[in-house]
């Protein structure tokens, strides 16, 4: 097993790696790694950019816009024809989330890497990556996986009839489709056809479904919501986050109906379950919000946040925040105490999402 491991170090090591800044593998790396349970918790962190030159771009087009979201809402056409998606990089990586001391245990190199779902009887990952997904196992791309409607993927996530359930963001959509042939679709939810079919400056939005939007570039103010994340919480019940609107929504899968549980928030993103409800990341409010099951707000993690991209609750009843524009990863306790911190070089990378995975899972992903 170590000498696969040794064998694996020398090859990252060799495609310089190191101009990402991330902490090479030593041998107390591995022996820890080695020495952890099968069922230990680990979190894969994916990373949309890792590109220096390219992040520089992006920060300089995410200044100009208004910073209370009320004229001009993301990035214009024009300026992601200056700064592509093949322009950013893109990775995910490994680590300890009770050692984050250790930085990044691994790191494989996927494409504007956003949502990831891991499949256990598959024993593979799924990882959005723009307008594909691609399958990783064994430290590598295996597949690279598509839909007409893919653009501007952001979660992925396994739903109650155990299919895939896509938040195609650049189509406003929500997309269930098969694990085995992503190319049918079983499901779909567009906004534009349940209401939300204006774009912030009025003007109407109409997707055609016989259009293959993976040959269609799109940017955020041509959205009419930026549907970030959806989670199939119960029964023909789903929820979302609109990015544009603030709101958290549930929609009802028989007709499609949708009606708004949470309001007031800005640029929110994840809606997660955890152990007592729900959270949800209020991203330019800078703070998570902790749900009940009847999604009241019952506390709020508030600190020197800036732009909080994902949160996760971990086994032990503490959370991971995904602090994108600090350029870090916090550790809170259950009152929202930061209990470690992760810094990440700032301009290296950008952080997408968070996904928890034991030790054996992880290994089937990274290594085997």
């Known amino acids: 097993m170590n000498k696969r491991l040794l064998s694996w170090i020398r090859y990252k090591s060799n495609m310089g790696f190191a101009k990402t800044n991330i902490p090479k593998l030593t041998r107390k790396n591995i022996d820890y790694l080695g020495h952890l349970p099968e069922d230990y918790p680990l979190i894969v962190v994916s990373f949309f950019a890792t590109n220096p030159g390219s992040l520089a771009k992006l920060e300089v087009q995410w200044e100009k816009r208004d910073p209370a979201h009320q004229r001009f809402l993301g990035r214009s056409e024009e300026e992601t024809t200056l700064v592509t998606s093949k322009d950013l990089g893109g990775s995910i990586n490994l680590i300890d989330p009770q050692r984050l001391d250790f930085g990044f245990l691994a790191e494989i190199e996927s494409p504007v890497a956003t949502g990831m779902y891991y499949h256990p009887q598959k024993e593979c990952l799924f990882v959005g990556s723009n307008k594909w997904i691609q399958k990783i196992v064994g430290g590598k791309i295996i597949a690279t996986l598509g839909n007409t409607l893919f653009n501007d993927l952001h979660t992925l996530s396994r739903n109650l009839e155990g299919n895939l359930l896509a938040t195609s963001t650049g189509v406003d959509g929500l997309l269930e489709v098969s694990f085995d042939n992503t190319e049918r679709l079983i499901w779909s939810w567009l906004a534009t056809e349940h209401g939300y079919d204006l774009k912030p400056n009025g003007e109407k939005r109409v997707i055609?479904?016989?259009?293959?939007?993976?040959?269609?570039?799109?940017?955020?103010?041509?959205?009419?919501?930026?549907?970030?994340?959806?989670?199939?919480?119960?029964?023909?019940?789903?929820?979302?986050?609109?990015?544009?609107?603030?709101?958290?929504?549930?929609?009802?899968?028989?007709?499609?109906?949708?009606?708004?549980?949470?309001?007031?928030?800005?640029?929110?993103?994840?809606?997660?379950?955890?152990?007592?409800?729900?959270?949800?990341?209020?991203?330019?409010?800078?703070?998570?919000?902790?749900?009940?099951?009847?999604?009241?707000?019952?506390?709020?993690?508030?600190?020197?946040?800036?732009?909080?991209?994902?949160?996760?609750?971990?086994?032990?009843?503490?959370?991971?925040?995904?602090?994108?524009?600090?350029?870090?990863?916090?550790?809170?306790?259950?009152?929202?105490?930061?209990?470690?911190?992760?810094?990440?070089?700032?301009?290296?990378?950008?952080?997408?999402?968070?996904?928890?995975?034991?030790?054996?899972?992880?290994?089937?992903?990274?290594?085997?």
């Open 208 to 368: 055609d479904r016989q259009a293959n939007y993976q040959e269609v570039g799109t940017s955020t103010p041509e959205h009419t919501t930026h549907v970030n994340s959806s989670l199939n919480y119960r029964t023909d019940k789903i929820l979302a986050t609109l990015f544009h609107q603030g709101t958290l929504i549930e929609i009802d899968k028989q007709n499609g109906s949708s009606r708004i549980l949470l309001e007031g928030l800005k640029s929110p993103h994840h809606a997660r379950q955890r152990k007592e409800g729900f959270l949800v990341s209020d991203t330019r409010n800078n703070r998570v919000l902790l749900l009940d099951h009847s999604f009241a707000i019952k506390k709020a993690f508030e600190n020197d946040y800036n732009w909080i991209q994902d949160c996760l609750e971990l086994e032990n009843g503490h959370y991971l925040i995904g602090d994108s524009n600090n350029s870090r990863i916090v550790r809170v306790d259950e009152n929202g105490h930061q209990t470690e911190v992760l810094e990440i070089e700032r301009g290296t990378r950008k952080i997408s999402s968070f996904l928890s995975l034991t030790k054996r899972e992880a290994w089937k992903v990274f290594y085997e």
